[in-house]
């Protein structure tokens, strides 16, 4: 069994700054594609970023030139720092990898809040 768990969500004034976690832990000889989705209140959940296993990255406009995503290989964890942080940034994140090439998981989410 695999689990995810986020963490670093919180409250943030507008400008500021938060870097998420996402460790997975379990029955994982390789972690492939990482990536994190966003789902704000009312709204479907999008894609913000992902990072392949050679360490290629995406990321969704609108987070362009604020946001990196990075992996850990050696601890399962993929990161997301969030610099200049917007109101419309807020949030529920959510990490999601794909598993010896297999299934992917989900994370339960972290709630970021950014206040204008």
């Known amino acids: 069994q695999v689990q995810l768990v986020e963490s670093g969500g919180g409250l943030v004034q507008a400008g500021g700054s938060l870097r998420l976690s996402c460790a997975a832990s379990?029955?994982?000889?390789?972690?492939?594609?990482m990536a994190w989705y966003r789902q704000a209140p009312g709204k479907q959940r999008e894609l913000v970023a992902g990072i392949s296993s050679g360490g290629r990255t995406n990321y969704v406009d609108s987070v362009k030139g604020r946001f990196t995503i990075s992996r850990d290989n050696a601890k399962n964890t993929v990161y997301l720092q969030m610099n200049s942080l917007k109101p419309e940034d807020t949030a529920v994140y959510y990490c999601v990898a794909r598993i010896n090439w297999g299934d992917s998981y989900w994370g339960r989410g972290t709630q970021v809040t950014v206040s204008s």
């Open positions: 379990g029955s994982i000889s390789s972690i492939n594609a």
